[in-house]
């Protein structure tokens, strides 16, 4: 059984950067893809970025040219690297597996293993 475990959450001034980082232990993450969600308050999760086994990328169009997905197989890890914050981004930001060999695909039916969530919080 895989666990996720996401890390790298803050406070940040609008236009600030974080880089969030989600690690697995059990399982490793290679030949899987991976995906970043988040939740705001009162509102429901919803998809943020997507990475495939072979690195190929999806985005959701809010976050577009400000946040860069990446993962590191040999550290069974994905990163979010966050630029340009907003208030909007604010959020609790997850990590999940997806398929294996699968696409960077953006409904969540397509991904388990949930990590805990990282707290994101941007103000102006």
């Known amino acids: 059984q895989v666990q996720t475990v996401e890390s790298g959450g803050g406070l940040v001034q609008t236009g600030g950067s974080l880089r969030l980082s989600c690690a697995a232990s059990?399982?490793?993450?290679?030949?899987?893809?991976l995906g970043w969600f988040r939740q705001a308050p009162g509102k429901e999760r919803e998809f943020v970025a997507a990475?495939?086994?072979?690195?190929?990328?999806n985005y959701a169009e809010s976050v577009k040219g400000r946040f860069t997905i990446s993962r590191d197989n040999a550290k069974n890890t994905v990163y979010l690297q966050l630029n340009g914050l907003k208030r909007e981004d604010t959020a609790v930001y997850y990590c999940?597996?997806?398929?294996?060999?699968?696409?960077?695909?953006?409904?969540?039916?397509?991904?388990?293993?949930w990590g805990q969530g990282t707290q994101v919080t941007v103000s102006s």
């Open positions: 999940a597996r997806g398929r294996i060999f699968g696409a960077a695909a953006y409904q969540e039916y397509e991904y388990d293993s």
């Open positions: 059990g399982r490793t993450f290679t030949n899987y893809a």
């Open positions: 990475i495939n086994w072979h690195g190929g990328t």
